[in-house]
């Protein structure tokens, strides 16, 4: 097996499973410089047909350098892996990885990101046991709940008041986000929060803010105008929302807010429109996966459920 860099984004393409602009998309990659060449790889068999491959693609870890705290200032992320899986894929796979990591330069990140889902990726569950197999962790796991519009109205709860970001401004709205992120139970998030500033987290997390989303990201007050939490509608897909955080502030935990928040948000989604909202769960947020079955967000409903594996780049490399 010999394994080279790609010379044409064509490469990247003609795989089974493969979007159809996948080749665009690995342009697009390049010109932008998110990836190179040279960080993506084909591996062909004897008789040059192609058996294999994989690129890497660096994303800045904040969008202003100013909130990274302890964290990298870029990120190293895995995409396009297509293997035969059917065939001896993962034994090829631990040999790919271990080689074109190798063959990074120094001035990449030295921690690999991975994420595996079956509603975009082929063979996941291959993918699930080659990451394992060589050697990353498990970072976190995620459930999708999705709910359907049944043309049904969805009346917002009456004990609790609520404002959009428009009307709150931004300011009072990234308050409202940092307290509510305190102590989350999803990893993904407790792990950016634990290496910066909360209200450079809640930043951040502003910055997912789309103009035509402000009126569905909500903050909530009880009848004394103290926030108690918030929870941010935003669009995945024409025709589906999702609920890109949701969080009661630690004062007023334990009395079914997180119910509310989750009712007002499925209000807002059936205001807007949407046909559908799909959202993702920590596997170990027990809560959050209640109240959204007890809110009519089912798991099952898609195939949507995310693996994603972590490792740092030194312990994968075949020298």
Not at 127 to 135: A, C, E, K, N, S
Request: glycine share 10%; with cysteine.
């Amino acid at each position: 097996m010999r394994i080279r860099t790609a010379g044409d984004p064509l490469d990247f393409s003609g795989a089974p499973g493969d979007p159809d602009d996948l080749r665009e998309q690995v342009a697009a990659m390049w010109v932008a410089g998110a990836s190179r060449p040279e960080w993506c790889f084909v591996a062909e068999d004897e008789s040059g047909a192609r058996v294999g491959r994989v690129g890497y693609r660096v994303e800045p870890t904040v969008t202003n350098p100013a909130w990274l705290g302890t964290l990298p200032p870029a990120e190293l992320f895995a995409f396009g892996l297509w293997l035969p899986w059917e065939h001896g894929g993962c034994d090829l796979g631990r040999v790919l990885f271990a080689t074109t990591l190798g063959r990074l330069g120094p001035e990449l990140p030295a921690r690999l990101d991975v994420e595996v889902n079956p509603e975009v990726d082929d063979h996941s569950r291959e993918q699930v046991r080659l990451f394992g197999d060589i050697g990353m962790d498990l970072f976190q796991e995620k459930e999708g709940f999705t709910w359907r519009n049944s043309g049904a109205p969805i009346p917002p709860p009456g004990r609790l008041r609520f404002a959009t970001a428009l009307d709150t401004g931004r300011d009072l709205y990234q308050d409202v986000m940092a307290r509510a992120g305190r102590d989350t139970l999803d990893r993904n998030d407790r792990w950016y929060r634990d290496h910066m500033d909360e209200a450079h987290w809640a930043a951040q997390m502003m910055e997912y803010l789309q103009e035509e989303d402000s009126g569905s990201w909500l903050v909530a007050s009880d009848p004394a105008g103290d926030p108690v939490g918030m929870v941010a509608v935003s669009t995945f897909d024409p025709g589906v929302a999702t609920v890109t955080f949701i969080g009661v502030v630690p004062e007023h935990r334990g009395r079914g807010y997180g119910h509310d928040l989750l009712q007002a948000a499925t209000s807002a989604a059936y205001g807007r429109g949407f046909e559908e909202m799909l959202s993702d769960v920590d596997t170990l947020n027990q809560p959050m996966i209640d109240t959204m079955r007890s809110a009519g967000h089912l798991g099952g409903v898609r195939p949507w459920h995310i693996w994603h594996y972590r490792a740092e780049v030194a312990t994968l490399v075949d020298y």
